[in-house]
T-cell receptor, first 114, second 114 residues
Framework: ELKVEQNPLFLSMQEGKNYTIYCNYS?????LYWYRQDPGKSLESLFV?????AVKQEGRLMASLDTKARLSTLHITAAVHDLSATYFC??????????????FGQGTILTVHP | SAVISQKPSRDICQRGTSLTIQCQVD?????MFWYRQQPGQSLTLIAT?????????ESGFVIDKFPISRPNLTFSTLTVSNMSPEDSSIYLC???????????FGPGTRLTVT
């Protein structure tokens, strides 16, 4: 059974600081997703990582994937208040008829303080 | 990208009743997925719906409780039957992008059972 674990689950940051959210998963997968969820809203896709060593960046967020370690990171650079949200990683089930099934981590609630 | 709409956006229902949630996509998709997000929790996959075949349910979810229809390639419904307060959750449908690995989520249906 695929398990996905995020840490930390709660992250309180000061504006301007850097931090990293970690996502570990238990079995081989060919896709790793990062989503953002604002309170009362649906999920916004941030990144899809497909291969070992993949790195993607958008603004102050950068995601990377190490498939050998079964680890993805979401790095936040110089945090701003607008980044306050819940961040989920999700791992896709590889191939076959189950393509598109995602197993989610617990989510990291990020709060950025002035 | 896929544009997904869900109806209703929210509802308050009495214990013992049933609610049918609709999911409409702006393009034809092979698979549609239904997820549940309990209050303050992560997302859990309920079932995968293919057009023209029975839905495939994940462990812990059964057809009698969550019957699903998939009459065509752009539409699906999820019914939450004989509801109890424990069914209070956000229910989201999800589809994959055409020709891509993206997974998109609808706006969700916020269900409260009293």
């Amino acid at each position: 059974e695929l398990k996905v674990e995020q840490n930390p689950l709660f992250l309180s940051m000061q504006e301007g600081k850097n931090y990293t959210i970690y996502c570990n998963y238990s079995t081989t997968s060919d896709r790793l997703y990062w989503y953002r969820q604002d309170p009362g809203k649906s999920l916004e896709s941030l990144f899809v990582l497909l291969s070992n060593g993949a790195v993607k960046q958008e603004g102050r967020l950068m995601a990377s994937l190490d498939t050998k370690a079964r680890l993805s990171t979401l790095h936040i650079t110089a945090a701003v208040h607008d980044l306050s949200a819940t961040y989920f990683c999700a791992v896709g089930t590889a191939g076959g008829t189950s393509y598109g099934k995602l197993t989610f981590g617990q989510g990291t609630i990020l709060t950025v303080h002035p | 990208s896929a544009v997904i709409s869900q109806k209703p956006s929210r509802d308050i229902c009495q214990r013992g009743t049933s609610l049918t949630i609709q999911c409409q996509v702006d393009s034809q998709v092979t698979m549609m997925f239904w997820y549940r997000q309990q209050p303050g929790q992560s997302l859990t996959l309920i079932a995968t719906a293919n057009q023209g075949s029975e839905a495939t349910y994940e462990s812990g979810f059964v057809i009698d409780k969550f019957p699903i229809s998939r009459p065509n390639l752009t539409f699906s419904t999820l019914t939450v039957s004989n509801m109890s307060p424990e069914d209070s959750s956000i229910y989201l449908c999800s589809v994959g992008g055409s020709g891509s690995v993206e997974q998109y989520f609808g706006p969700g249906t916020r269900l409260t059972v009293t």
